[in-house]
Structures are given as C-alpha cells and as structure tokens.
C-alpha cells in the first residue's frame, strides 16, 4: 500500500505568523500519526518562512516513523539557517528528497535535469547513502534521466505531480495519468522506487493511488487546507482511506 508522509511546512508557517507557538508543529505531527500518517515530511528553507532548524531537531526526536526532510543541498547557511546538508547530517532522517528549488521559489516547480545537476549529487548522495539516508530526487515525468538518477545512486524518485493535478478533471485527465503511469514504470525498470507528491488532494488521490508500486505520497497543503474545515485528524484519516482503498481495490 503506498504510504501516506503528511508535510507540516503550512502548520508552520501559520505558528509563524504569531509568537504564541500555535499551533505547534510537534502537536500536529502527533495527531497526524494517531489517525494513520505513515511519516512526516518538511521542507525547510533559508529564509526560515515555515519550517525552522528547531522544528527540524524537534521532530527528529520524537518521531518513532519515516521522517523525510525535502531541500536543495546546495542551500548553504543563512543566519539562523545552518545549510540545507548540515541540517542533514545532523538530524540523519530516513529519507532525504533533493529538490532543485531556488530560494525565492513560492513552492518547488521543477525537477531536476541530471544531465546538469548528475555530477554535482553524485557525491551528496553517496555521503547522505554512508549515513544511511535513503535519498530521493525530485523529477519530472517527462524527463528521461531515470537511469541517471539510478546511475548515480538515487533510491528513489519523487515525481513532480502538479501537472497531473492541473489536468485532473478535465479532457487530458486520462493522457496526463497515462504519462505519469508510464513514468513509474520506467523509474521501475531502472531500479528506482517511486514516490509523487505536489498539489494532491482528496479528489485527484485515488487515481494517482492505482499506479502500481507507488511507494509514497507527501501532501501538506491541501491536506491543512482540508483539516481547517474538517479537523486535522479527520482529514489525515480521510486521505488514508483512499490509500487503502486504491490498495485493495475497493
């Protein structure tokens, strides 16, 4: 069954704008665990706009299931900010997903082109691999690096699903579901596993579910959007659903 990473970046930036500490992101990550979250996704920037290092070395701590921390590894430190790799080494999460964003990116939009960036993961992601991080790349589904990916020593990848989302509902729904199909197959065949995430929510889940060996989804906005009118755990509880009926077929 493809598990469910629940981002808390949006949790955080609403404690952000107070200093109350509400709503807390620890709090959250908790109720997201009761009510069947298989892990926790954040996102931390430089510009410390919602997740922060603390809230990094928080969860870390407390957490007993996958932690995935998201980030450009080339981020370096920023007042506060230690470095995207430094946080890393520090904290050691289960997995790490390589995203090609700029920091004055509103969210991440694009994926990576190895045949730009290869050389310069190579040996980020042997190092993340020695600590015993398990390392995903943020792609495209178009793209044709897979066995790039794999070349260089990805275990998985994390495809970039905004496109599916956008065309979700409309008349190249099934086309656009078709090429992100395809795409999991063809990282597959190059040994890599597969997660997805970006823009998913409770209507477009299901179908993305059905692609086979989908290893993972992370969904935080919609997800918090979700939980402002139904109740966090309710929402966590409603996308875990789908996973398990798209798993069973039901």
């Known amino acids: ?24 992101v620890t709090a959250a990550a908790r109720v997201a665990l009761e009510h069947g979250a298989d892990g926790i996704t954040v996102h931390p920037r430089p510009d410390l706009r919602h997740i922060r290092p603390d809230d990094v070395r928080e969860l870390s701590e407390m957490l007993d299931v996958e932690f995935n921390i998201e980030g450009n590894p080339f981020e370096g430190a920023v007042g506060e900010y230690p470095g995207f790799l430094q946080l890393v080494r520090e904290v050691k999460p289960d997995q790490c997903t390589l995203v090609p964003d700029s920091p004055d990116q509103l969210t ?3 994926g990576w082109n190895l045949v730009e960036d290869g050389s310069r993961l ?7 691999k020695e600590l015993g991080i398990r390392v995903s790349l943020f792609m495209d589904a178009e793209t044709e690096d897979f066995g790039m990916a794999a070349k260089i020593g990805a275990d998985r990848v994390e495809l970039y699903t905004e496109s599916y989302a956008g065309n979700y509902g409309g008349s190249d729904q099934q086309a656009v579901f078709e090429l992100f199909a395809d795409a999991a197959k063809r990282a597959g065949l190059a040994g890599l596993g597969v997660n997805a995430g970006h823009d998913l929510n409770l209507d477009n889940l299901g179908l993305l579910a059905s692609i086979p060996n989908l290893e993972e989804v992370s969904i935080g906005h919609a997800l918090v959007a979700d939980a ?8 966590v509880a409603a996308y875990k659903d789908i996973l398990i009926s798209a798993s069973t077929g039901s």
Request: a neutral charge; proline letters at 7%.
């Open 1 to 24: 069954m493809t598990a469910l990473s629940v981002n808390l970046n949006k949790i955080a930036l609403m404690r952000n704008s107070r200093l109350s500490g509400i709503p807390s």
């Open 228 to 235: 402002l009118m139904i109740g966090l755990g309710p929402a």
């Open 122 to 128: 190579e040996p980020i992601i042997a190092e993340l």
């Open 108 to 110: 991440s939009d694009h």
